[in-house]
């Protein structure tokens, strides 16, 4: 059974950063994808950013030049660096793997950006 257990989060002034971290415990497996989704309050679920195995990340256009995704691929985890944070950033983030097509999610992490 795979867990994906997230850190972080928090609340943080706009313009301040944050940083999430994900681990896969009990893996055993070989995810194709690892990245980050947010859900924002009567919205729907969007990508923030994923990093295949090999290859350059994706990233969301609302969060290009301010997030970082780094992925250790030994270790199963995947993080996301959060700097010059905006109020419409204010979510919750929910860590994402995929292995055969097959999607695991973590429990949710609350980021609010709040003067």
């Known amino acids: 059974q795979v867990q994906l257990v997230e850190s972080g989060g928090g609340l943080v002034q706009p313009g301040g950063s944050l940083r999430l971290s994900c681990v896969a415990s009990?893996?055993?497996?070989?995810?194709?994808?690892m990245g980050w989704y947010r859900q924002a309050p009567g919205k729907q679920r969007e990508l923030v950013a994923t990093?295949?195995?090999?290859?350059?990340?994706n990233y969301a256009d609302s969060v290009k030049g301010r997030f970082t995704i780094v992925r250790d691929n030994p270790k199963d985890t995947v993080d996301l660096q959060m700097d010059s944070l905006k109020p419409e950033d204010t979510a919750v983030y929910y860590c994402?793997?995929?292995?055969?097509?097959?999607?695991?999610w973590g429990q949710g992490s609350q980021v609010t950006v709040s003067s």
């Open positions: 994402n793997a995929k292995a055969n097509e097959v999607d695991f």
């Open positions: 009990r893996s055993g497996f070989s995810f194709d994808v």
């Open positions: 990093k295949g195995r090999w290859g350059s990340p």
